[in-house]
């Protein structure tokens, strides 16, 4: 068994590769790759017992580079590494991993001693989340404050800038039923309702937008790939 490092930053492959070398000796050899779709290929060639992945990568991000890694190689153990504790790749990351799965989300900004903790963790079972993010995870998990994907694909089409209309149309609902979901996002949000809203000089989309993205839970990236879904969607109508 091996561990494979995949990261496009030279010096953070270089500075995990140290630390697992002078600490987790037993679990060589190491392989390392540069990008998502590298991290597939040598993960299918080398079937290591853990992967260290960084969350933004070119080609494939981590979080999609770990779901085509884990549905050849359940077994293998993950440990993303982010410079962001957003709640977004949270949310991603709890959708590709095993419910059983051994894995790890781990801030750039750790110590060598916590990395090291991470891996042992993760290669004896365990999972090990950084604490920085311990209250996002608490977070994703509390049904008063967690979105449902009804609420979070509402969120998305309104951060497009998406007519009630138009996300109806998109997602084969009824205006009503949209400003059911809309309703529900922002009492989660904590952003007052119409019958309240007469006191508040937000308008609520707008307000919604802008607590997501100071909350983690969209980021431009996610909204990207939502951008290029559309016009796909779009492209294939025609």
């Known amino acids: 068994m091996s561990i494979l490092i995949v990261d ?34 040598l993960a299918a060639k080398h079937k290591p017992k853990l992967v260290f992945l960084d969350i933004k990568m070119p080609n494939l991000s981590g979080i999609k580079a ?39 989300y781990v801030l750039k900004s750790a110590s060598d001693e916590q990395v090291v903790e991470a891996a042992r963790a993760v290669l004896s079972g365990d999972c090990w989340i950084h ?5 996002v995870i608490q977070r994703t998990q509390n049904r008063a ?4 994907a009804a609420e979070y694909e ?12 138009a996300i109806a149309k998109k997602l084969y ?15 989660k949000l904590g952003i007052p309702g119409r019958s309240e809203a007469h006191d508040t ?5 707008c307000r919604a937008v802008y607590v997501s993205n100071r909350r983690g839970l ?21």
């Open 8 to 41: 496009d930053e030279e010096r953070d492959r270089t500075w995990l590769k140290n630390l697992i070398t002078n600490n987790l000796s037993g679990e060589l050899p190491l392989t390392e790759g540069q990008d998502g779709l590298q991290a597939v290929e």
């Open 66 to 104: 770990a779901e085509q890694i884990l549905k050849q190689l359940p077994e293998t153990g993950v440990i993303m590494l982010s410079n962001f504790s957003d709640e977004v790749y949270v949310r991603q990351l709890w959708k590709v991993v095993p419910p059983n799965g051994a894995f790890g």
């Open 131 to 135: 604490p920085g993010i311990a209250r």
């Open 145 to 148: 404050t967690s979105l449902t």
């Open 154 to 165: 509402a969120l998305v089409c309104i951060a497009l800038g998406m007519t009630d209309h």
């Open 173 to 187: 609902l009824t205006e009503k039923a949209v400003q059911s979901r809309l309703k529900s996002l922002y009492a």
């Open 201 to 205: 000089e937000f308008n609520q989309r």
């Open 218 to 238: 969209i980021n431009q990236s996610e909204l990207d790939e939502w951008e290029a879904k559309l016009q796909d969607s779009k492209a294939d109508a025609k």
